[in-house]
């Protein structure tokens, strides 16, 4: 797949009418049986269920029959639509970032207790596995919550992060609702071994050659330590083993620890390790800065047949589409924005929110859902040295609020 290819990911058929959301089953913690029989993806896309939540919308005025509609009428008319449009906005938000803090709770917990000699942790986190499952069906927002960090330990957002973005995958790639459960504990799980290398993970430096050889062994002792679980069975653990042990591999033998190919590579590992990677390069590290989510998902998509499956590179690009939540863009009204949610039917045309004018300069934020206003559209990416350059303040306030603080 080259990036100008992703047309093709385009020529859907139209968004169908939106109706009532239905509840996104429970399916409870995994059964034995669901892990025994090879994973069957379907060839065709699937259709759901992340259908996003559409933002209420104005009802279209009559024009009068005396004179058309005035610009100040209709600067009125969208102010009352935002105004309409704030409060399940606001409601949504509050639930999405509910459930974000306790997917960082969590994952705080299992790495600060990934040192003990035993551990109980598999049925909580797959319970908090199948409330991520439906919260990505039911609300849009929560998926823009993968934004963040924690300064304390780059692990315990990242953890969380790839958790939810691997089971939005999985949803996309149409697995099994409990499967899609045992992915998430799995993501949640997949660098457990970095609690052997505190020293070298909250380090201020880029690790050299020698500490870098000695981390890539963290996916041997994460798959060790899954062994400790004892609210897990046997079965549970050498499949979630074999995934934590393959999130580094890749499909042309490049990866670690053992150097395997395409095939070799279990499904669910290709998940997290897709995730796991995007995560990564757009999230800051202590001796690094973040790079753009934009150019994050062309670098997967230009790296296709050398390192995912073309199956796992699609899904991601439907889930995060080409301008993911948080990419910083400008407009062709020349105004700057970020992107709040990403809207299904569209690739290029998300739900963003502005932020500046074309002078850089902060206005009063609106919500513009792209779908709705077809004259207006993303013209470029904004990146983080050209905000810096025509306002530092801005962008200091934009880094601080990057980092995740609990109240």
């Not at 020698?210 to 330590?225: I, L, R």
Request: aromatic fraction near 8%.
């Amino acid at each position: 797949m080259r990036f100008s290819d992703l047309n093709d990911l385009t020529k859907k058929k139209s968004a169908p009418e939106k109706k009532s959301a239905t509840p996104f089953p429970s399916a409870g913690a995994p059964t034995i049986e669901s892990f025994l029989e090879p994973i069957k993806i379907p060839e065709s896309e699937n259709t759901g269920p992340l259908e996003p939540v559409v933002m209420p919308a104005s009802s279209p005025n009559k024009a009068s029959s005396e004179r058309p509609i005035s610009r100040k009428d209709r600067q009125r008319r969208d102010e009352a639509a935002a105004r309409a449009a704030e409060r399940p906005f606001r409601e949504l938000d509050a639930q999405a970032r509910e459930v974000y803090a306790r997917n960082v709770s969590i994952a705080k917990e299992l790495l600060n207790q990934a040192g003990q000699p035993y551990i109980e942790k598999y049925e909580r986190i797959v319970r908090m596995a199948e409330l991520n499952s439906q919260t990505l069906f039911e609300n849009s927002l929560f998926l823009g919550y993968t934004n963040y960090a924690t300064a304390d330990n780059y692990l315990y957002a990242h953890s969380a992060n790839v958790a939810i973005i691997s089971q939005a995958i999985g949803m996309v790639m149409g697995l099994e609702k409990s499967l899609v459960n045992f992915l998430g504990f799995c993501a949640m799980a997949h660098d457990i071994g970095m609690s052997d290398y505190a020293e070298m993970v909250s380090s201020a430096e880029r690790l050299s050659d020698e500490d870098y050889s000695s981390v890539m062994f963290h996916s041997e002792v994460g798959a060790a330590k899954i062994g400790r679980l004892l609210d897990m069975d046997y079965r549970l653990k050498e499949r979630a083993q074999k995934v934590i042990l393959q999130v580094h591999e890749r499909g042309d033998a490049s990866g670690y620890p053992n150097s395997l190919m395409n095939e070799e590579i279990d499904i669910l590992a290709q998940i997290v390790g897709i995730a796991d990677v995007y995560e990564a390069v757009s999230h800051p590290r202590p001796w690094r800065p973040a790079i753009h989510p934009h150019t994050a998902i062309k670098r997967l998509i230009d790296r296709e047949e050398k390192g995912f499956d073309s199956k796992v590179i699609k899904a991601i690009i439907e889930v995060l589409s080409i301008y993911p939540p948080g990419s910083l863009v400008a407009l062709s009204t020349g105004e700057i924005a970020s992107v709040i949610k990403i809207n299904k039917g569209s690739l290029t045309r998300p739900v963003v929110a502005v932020l500046l004018d074309g002078d850089f300069e902060p206005v009063s934020t609106r919500l513009i859902d792209l779908m709705e206003h077809p004259l207006k559209g993303i013209e470029r990416i904004v990146e983080e040295s050209e905000l810096v350059a025509r306002n530092p303040n801005f962008a200091a306030r934009q880094e601080l609020a990057r980092w995740w603080v609990e109240w």
